[in-house]
């Protein structure tokens, strides 16, 4: 599949680099990414999200966590959030990955707590009612960003390796089941249909992480992304982020117009469109 171009010539030893996430997805489902960002931004980002992390709001259920905290829509309360989001190694993976005007599925912080238990299995692009059984494409990538060491006893991501290759019914047993440890500022990327959990957290600290998930242009969001990021806010961000919140159309063709216009249109009064069209003077 093909997409958007880089922002910027890639150098020869960074065309290796990725050519060996790429080659990690493929064949085991995820790569890991140390320390891809520096502890500058990781405490911007974590100073940032600290008023929606008091420990006032825990998980609703087993999937969220009871001794978890989550924060949604993570663009409408940081901005910064936006440099993992479009951080340019991922965007290089993702132009492998997902079709051209991929978007922005999901982008949460994830923190979990001492005594937390292990999250059920699942994987992330399951296409919503379009039936489309495993082993298939994926149609999603996500992110897990450490924001903490991920530790083999804080509730570091547990993944299945190659398991994106297997069908519906087939279920992990333990021994295939690898815990991702990582220092703070590194990140997993993996397949939309590698089935991964949140681990248990049987340390006496916290484990922070982020995750922003993309997928194809066609699928719907997990998020609601024009709604969880609205034109106001949204109007402060890049070209990419907007595009890939939903403020975009799909090229070629015309899926996402709003009231028949672009929707930089709704952010930019002066936003010309592909196919600027004057209007035409009153009969
Ligand atoms: O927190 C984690 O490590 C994984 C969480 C996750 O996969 C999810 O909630 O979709």
Sequence with gaps: MQTDSSTRDRTANENTQLDQYLSQLA?????????????????????????YLQKKKMGRNNFEGEHSERVYALLAKSHAMAEIIEHETILAILDRLLPNNYLLSAALAINVHP??????????????????????QAYGISTIWAFDDF?????????????????????????EIVKVTMPAGSVVVFQGTLLHRGGANNSQDIRLGITPQYCAPGLRQIENMVLAVPPEKARYYSDKIQNMLGY???DPGFMGYVDGQHPKKVINPDYQGRKYRAELPAP
């Design 27 to 51: 064949v085991d489902g995820y790569t890991v990414i140390e320390q891809l960002i520096p502890e500058q931004l990781v405490q911007r980002i974590r100073s940032e999200l600290d008023p």
């Design 151 to 175: 530790t083999a006893d804080n509730g570091a991501t547990e993944v299945v390796p190659g398991s994106h290759h297997w069908p519906d019914d087939r279920e992990p047993q333990e021994s």
């Design 115 to 136: 005594g937390e238990t292990p999250q059920p299995f699942h994987i992330d692009d399951g296409a919503g009612g379009l039936g489309l059984p495993r082993p298939r």
């Design 248 to 250: 975009n159309i799909i």
